[in-house]
């Protein structure tokens, strides 16, 4: 009697709980799937942006261009050299001929500078690609009505051409291989800082530090520093790397400086100081992979009488090396999409020419797609599309070696 | 004869050799060496407060500067020479705020979801793509606030209403921002909490939900609460989202429509030109960024406090 009274008492409220239940579980599963929409929606919107119908209209009729009745199109690279050497300044004319004689320019290099050149198509109007499919017709027949002498033709922003073009002030003709170089060459001095000091750091800590004040202080103080805003570390770099340090970051000590910048806000300048925003994620990570390698085999080469060092180096810096390998990839594809820092320190906004050495003038891929997302006309968002899909290529391909890398080399023990 | 011979020298290198410690000078060398890395994170911190404070301290010996007048008034005109920090730190406020909205109840319940109900399948599925965003650098996020989500709440509340530039858009998607981050945090101290005490639950008759939100939960509530004041800290530093969606422009608003700089967004915009060396406003980024610095280590040190200090320790 009493057991059933108590199994009713359980029972009384148990629909209205298990409802209840129900109800929070679609809840919990609701914002895990307005996660996913979100991410999604983040993507759709940036191919959104990178594709598309665009009208242009030439400054210069082609049709005047036609000589003998030749239309332009069919010109050959002779007549067509001719024109650019007719129509272009001497200097611009020189330049070209320097980057590259003419006579070895295959024709339809010489027609594509024709166009950049001489014809200099001007944009009109810029769709993105949703509309460009669903009012395609609508497009054509406003474009036909408010811009006659256009024309229009859907395009892919993100090209090859877009990836090995210097930047230019026309959104048609505009690359991003200066800011790939750049980025690049940012990166390459953020490694040469953080990699050798970041792991040795790790090693310190995890082989030789023991339990005192200044070594809590140490650890303590690195994740700290893992959480102080990037723009922090721009501050900085600025103060010390383009500042006091001028003489260095600027070349001026080797004699080597770049007659462009001759000021601290340089490549190498930049490197360093996401070189300082990095360094705690890599100690982070080194020390959990020094971390991961078994005390048993430290032990068996002290056994056989190896130094501290010798078993270091020997041993657990070679089986620890795939996870901070990994690490460090991680570090660097956050330090490449940085863009706050950078542009504190003085990333440029124009330049067109690639950097060459540590004490060049800079832009990177993200100082690129804030200064297009920054510009309020289509055509620089739609650019700013496509250096983002290029940003995120080339961290997903980081991503994927990095993932790789753990998966080839890692050892269980 | 051989064994004999053998004994001797044995016997003879013992006693010639001194079993004393050695001191190796290659050794000693790359320790200090390694020391040196690691004390090289404390010469960052010493620098960052270092030079900060100084360049500060210029800026409040400005003569049109006045420590008191900076966090008393509500205008920030450096050329008229008016300093109120209130207009820059209320929209960082704003963004922060409506950032943590989207993303506390989001994030948690995305953690206490992948913890306690999602098979291991849909899990192993789920935390790369959370992976995937948190790894997005966050000036693409600026220019899908700009694109997406200003249009979008253009659409909902009329364009009159909403500004091109305002804090609502930078906020709700430096919200989905932050959402992985307080997913991961929380989801490691969800799942830290021991089986047998879900299991005890279950075995008194609790459902899965109250299992999760009566037991699991309050065991978590120190990581919960850790993860959440990185979140806030993780909004207060951040950057680009805000430069490219939030405005540019001092504005003393309580209205999200409209568009206002976060102390951020003007360090960013200000830094953006060449900026020349000893101005006032080459000094005041560096006041901003020590005000900035302080106010997320003590967000950080706060939550590693509680996380040592609250923290249910099972066996």
Not at chain 1, 221 to 242: D, E, K, M, R
Not at chain 1, 340 to 352: E, F, H, Q, Y
């Amino acid at each position: 009697m009493k057991e059933k009274a108590v199994v009713q008492g359980f029972t009384d409220n148990l629909d209205a709980r298990n409802r209840k239940g129900v109800i929070w579980h679609v809840l919990f599963q609701v914002s895990t799937v307005i996660g996913i929409v979100a991410l999604i929606a983040l993507m759709l919107n940036i191919i959104n942006g990178a594709f598309g119908y665009i009208a242009y209209e030439a400054r210069v009729d082609p049709d005047t261009l036609a000589v003998d009745g030749t239309p332009l199109t069919e010109q050959s690279q002779e007549q067509l050299v001719t024109l650019l050497q007719s129509t272009l300044s001497r200097g611009a004319y020189n330049k070209l001929e320097n980057e590259k004689p003419f006579a070895r320019r295959p024709r339809e290099e010489v027609y594509q500078l024709v166009l950049e050149r001489i014809i200099r198509p001007e944009i009109v109007g810029v769709w993105n690609l949703w509309p460009s499919i669903t009012d395609a017709d609508e497009i054509r027949t406003t474009v036909a009505q408010e811009h006659p002498n256009a024309e229009l033709e859907f395009v892919s922003w993100l090209t090859s051409d877009f990836v090995s073009r210097p930047q230019t002030s026309e959104p048609l003709t505009a690359g991003v291989r200066t800011a790939i170089l750049g980025s690049l060459w940012t990166i390459l001095f953020t490694i040469l800082l953080a990699f050798p000091i970041g792991v040795g750091a790790a090693i310190y800590l995890e082989e030789y530090a023991s339990d005192t004040w200044l070594n809590r202080l140490i650890q303590t103080n690195i994740n700290n520093l893992a959480g102080v805003p990037s723009i922090v570390y721009g501050i900085l770099g600025l103060a010390i790397f383009v500042r006091t340090l001028e003489p260095l970051t600027s070349g001026e000590v080797f004699g080597l400086v770049d007659p462009t910048t001759a000021s601290g806000r340089t490549v190498l300048s930049a490197g360093l100081t996401l070189g300082l925003l990095v360094l705690p994620i890599i100690i982070i990570n080194a020390r959990e992979a020094i971390r991961a390698v078994p005390r048993s085999l430290r032990n068996a080469s002290f056994g056989v009488g190896a130094t501290k060092w010798q078993t270091v180096w020997s041993h657990v810096l070679p089986n620890a090396m795939p996870g901070i390998l990994t690490g460090t990839i991680l570090a660097i594809s956050r330090a490449i999409g940085e863009t706050a820092p950078l542009v504190v320190v003085g990333a440029s906004t124009a330049i067109s020419f690639d950097p060459s050495s540590p004490f060049s003038k800079f832009t990177t891929l993200p100082i690129q797609i804030y200064q297009w997302t920054s510009r309020p006309q289509d055509e620089f968002r739609s650019l700013a599309a496509a250096t983002i899909l290029v940003l995120l290529i080339l961290l997903l391909s980081l991503n994927a070696s990095a993932v790789l890398l753990r998966n080839r080399f890692s050892r269980k023990f | 004869m051989a064994g004999l011979s053998l004994e001797k020298t044995f016997e003879k290198k013992a006693s010639t050799s001194n079993l004393r410690r050695k001191t190796r000078w290659g050794e000693t060398f790359i320790q200090a060496l390694l020391f040196f890395s690691g004390f090289f994170s404390i010469f960052t911190t010493v620098g960052i407060v270092y030079v900060l404070g100084k360049e500060a301290l210029l800026f409040f010996q400005m003569p049109e500067v006045d420590l008191l007048a900076t966090f008393t008034t509500t205008e920030w005109k450096p050329q008229i020479g008016k300093f109120g920090i209130w207009p820059l730190l209320n929209a960082t406020l704003m963004t922060t705020l409506i950032a943590m909205l989207i993303a506390i109840p989001l994030g948690v319940a995305v953690a206490i979801y992948l913890s306690e109900y999602a098979n291991p399948r849909v899990r192993n599925t789920l935390k790369p793509i959370l992976e995937v965003l948190a790894g997005i650098p966050t000036i693409v996020y600026g220019y899908f606030a700009l694109t997406f989500m200003t249009p979008l709440l253009r659409e909902i509340f009329g364009r009159d209403v909403v500004q091109i530039y305002n804090t609502a858009s930078a906020g709700l998607v430096m919200g989905i921002l932050i959402l992985p981050l307080i997913t991961s945090m929380t989801e490691d101290a969800l799942s830290a909490v021991p089986r047998s005490l879900r299991e005890a639950a279950f075995g008194m008759g609790a459902t899965k939900l109250e299992v999760a939100l009566q037991i699991v939960v309050p065991a978590a509530l120190s990581g919960i609460a850790a993860a959440i004041i990185v979140g806030i800290s993780r909004a207060i530093g951040e950057t680009m989202i805000v430069a490219v969606a939030a405005g540019a422009g001092p504005n003393f608003t309580f209205s999200p429509f409209t568009g206002a700089e976060t102390i951020t967004g003007h360090i960013v915009r200000i830094s953006g030109g060449d900026l020349s060396y000893d101005s006032v406003d080459y000094n005041s980024i560096f006041a901003l960024g020590l005000f900035l610095f302080f106010v997320t280590l003590t967000l950080n040190i706060t939550s590693q406090a509680i996380v040592r200090r609250f923290r249910e320790v099972y066996e």
